[in-house]
């Protein structure tokens, strides 16, 4: 079996031999040092400043959105939320669940983020901008600097979902003015799944500060203060947490350029193939991630089974509206030149 969906994705040797020992107690002095080695691997990987913070929530990525709504707004904000598919609607009925105040940017399928849509709310005083900076749903990848440019012009916080886009695409927490990053371990990562990480400028810390509490699980303030000596304020997922460790060294010796530039040439290559197979892809920036297919003739759902049951491949399908028009192929996880010669054979196969 060999998985080319957006996550769990294939994962790597050295992670699936940590996930095979027995877990250590965690409230222990060697179990918080690891944890801070975490934190400033991860803050360099992002680029993040001495200031700026990492915490880990023991939740799935969308737990990491939700926590990061309650805690960085309050019913003060005017929020804009860019919703291009399934995870931007998800941050707009995370909104509306907190009651906070906030327009959604609507984009159609196979509709591009452009400079013009975004100038419709420049300077009408919105505080912060929610995005999926990889609509995985699509795979469009947002531009970052426009996105980054229009916070500072207007002086919002940026908080973006790079559940998908860290480590397949370009981020530079310090010079794109991020405030908050959330990424999650089941996709690049290539962990289990169940651990998210949430990275946090200095300037929003001290406005969570000022923000009255809302949960007690997800309470920043106390991530962030147990975080001070490696520690969280409940179990975290220790056995995550070492697999992530044990990876954010190996992406510190490959090095993060690499890891990005190997996972542009995986997408290229792929996209190369199927240039003679009859399907497109859409002309919207796209991830590095993920290659969204579209079938014109419909059967996507039926391709992805018959590839899953019949060759052991694992695309990954969608949902609703585009069941059965588009599948999505993964760049992300251990997966190799290899792999994608035998995707596209066994879809041409299953085409005819
Ligand atoms: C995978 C993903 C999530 C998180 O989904 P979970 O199922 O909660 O892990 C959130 N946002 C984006 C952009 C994603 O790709």
């Known amino acids: 079996m060999t998985l080319f969906t957006v996550g769990p994705v294939e994962m790597f040797p050295s992670t699936l031999e940590v996930s095979g020992r027995q877990l250590p107690y965690f409230r222990t002095d060697e179990f918080s040092a690891l944890m801070k080695e975490a934190e400033a691997l991860m ?85 912060a901008i929610l995005v999926n900076l990889d609509e995985t749903s699509t795979g469009q990848l947002y531009d970052l600097g426009m ?4 916070c500072k012009r207007n002086g919002m916080y940026l908080i973006v979902d790079a559940i998908s886009a860290f480590l397949a695409d370009r981020i530079d927490f310090a010079s794109d003015g991020i405030d908050v990053l959330i990424v999650s371990s089941q996709k690049a990562l290539s ?11 200095a300037r929003m810390i001290r406005r969570i500060e000022e923000i009255p509490q809302r949960t007690m699980y997800f309470d920043f303030r106390s991530h962030l203060k147990d975080m001070e000596r490696g520690q969280t304020p409940f179990t975290p997922a220790v056995g995550t947490i070492l697999e992530l460790h044990q990876r954010l060294r190996d992406l510190d010796a490959i090095g993060i350029d690499e890891v990005i530039e190997s996972t542009r040439r995986r997408a290229e290559y792929f996209r190369g193939l199927i240039k003679d197979l009859p399907v497109s892809i859409p002309n919207y920036r796209l991830s590095n991630a993920v290659t969204p297919i579209i079938f014109d003739n419909g059967g996507a759902y039926e391709i992805f089974r018959r590839l899953k049951d019949e060759y052991g491949l694992v695309v990954t399908p969608s949902g609703g509206d585009l069941r059965d028009r588009m599948v999505r192929v993964s760049h992300i996880g251990n997966l190799h030149t290899e792999d994608y010669d035998a995707l596209v054979k066994a879809m041409k196969e299953v085409i005819e």
Not at 147 to 150: N, R, T, Y
């Open 43 to 127: 803050k360099k990987l992002s680029n993040a400043k001495e200031e700026d913070r990492v915490i880990l929530l023991t939740a799935s990525g969308t737990g990491a959105m939700e926590a990061a709504v309650m805690n960085c707004l309050d019913a003060d904000d005017k929020i804009l939320v860019i919703n291009g598919g399934s995870f931007g609607r998800r941050f707009c009925e995370l909104c509306g669940i907190h009651k906070l105040n906030y327009e959604s940017l609507d984009l159609g399928f196979g509709e591009a983020l452009t400079t013009e849509a975004l100038s419709v709310y420049e300077g009408k005083g919105f505080t």
């Open 147 to 150: 996105l980054s440019s229009f």
């Open 191 to 201: 962990l289990s799944p169940g651990l998210s990480l949430v990275e946090i400028s």
